[in-house]
């Protein structure tokens, strides 16, 4: 919605040196399902727009598709709080919108009816406390570098694989969600393995047999916690992420974008560099 004044709601927990917090800026439109009131504002315009917000502002927005995935981030502060409450290491969410104040009333009122707020980060009635973050990163070209598909594309599987046998010592190089995974994977340390609030996953179209092993071994250089990795070998993903149920998918292949999709998976795609 191109309205020119912007709302920014900051649903910290608590004050926070950005150095030391995971920023995690997340729109109104993927929080909330604002389809309907979109629609109004393109047929009708933005005065009868605004008419239907300020009419509806104690109505809650129904959620939209990053919405499960923000109250399972803020379970895991949550946990980290109950830890350690002087803990300084936490998700910041930012909630961004180009409403202006006066239709912004209802998604900030929609945010304090679901907890989406410093006031009330504590435990959701709508999820479960056993519930953990769960993330699924695809492998090259998003956790790791694209090196190997730039081989793959310009001397076939034969190519890909020999440089893979040649460069099994090396770790492969960062891909652009690396920095967060690791931080992910910080959080993670400060439970035990049974008790994290945190769950990550590698699905990657690698074969286990033939490719899998430089990709473990770069997890284990990193330092990075993997909870379960699984070797595609160019099979469809969306099968095994209906399994995991995750709150958030990272992939750079559309096709495996609609895959997820297929199978309800809120999925985010990571552009080609």
Not at 128 to 152: M, Y
């Amino acid at each position: 919605m191109a309205e020119p004044e912007s709302t920014v709601i900051n649903t910290n927990v608590k004050q926070k040196d950005p150095s030391e917090a995971l920023v995690i800026a997340v729109t109104t439109r993927a929080i909330f399902n604002l389809e309907e009131e979109h629609k109004l504002y393109l047929e009708k315009g933005k005065e009868e727009y605004t008419r239907h917000q300020l009419a509806n502002q104690d109505k809650p927005l129904p959620p939209g598709t990053a919405f499960a995935f923000i109250q399972a981030v803020q379970y895991v502060n949550e946990k980290i709080l109950e830890s350690n409450p002087a803990e300084r290491e936490l998700f910041d969410i930012l909630v961004l919108s180009n409403n202006s104040p006066e239709s912004g009333v209802r998604i900030i009122n929609s945010a304090k009816h679901y907890g989406v707020s410093a006031a009330l980060v504590f435990q959701q009635e709508v999820q479960a406390p056993s519930t953990p973050l769960r993330v699924v990163f695809d492998g090259d070209a998003v956790l790791f570098s694209d090196e190997t598909d730039l081989i793959f594309q310009e001397q076939g599987l034969e190519g890909a694989l020999q440089y893979e046998r040649e460069m099994e010592a090396v770790p492969i190089g960062e891909g652009p969600l690396k920095a967060f995974a690791m931080h992910l994977g910080k959080m993670r340390k400060k439970f035990s393995q049974e008790k994290s609030p945190i769950r990550t996953y590698l699905v990657t179209a690698r074969s286990g047999r033939d490719m899998g092993i430089r990709a473990i071994k770069t997890l284990r250089e990193w330092g990075l916690p993997i909870d379960e990795a699984f070797f595609m070998d160019g099979a469809p993903k969306g099968p095994i992420l209906a399994q995991i149920q995750p709150h958030i998918f990272f992939d750079d292949g559309l096709h495996n974008i609609q895959g997820a999709q297929n199978v309800g998976v809120p999925s985010a795609w990571v552009p080609s560099c």
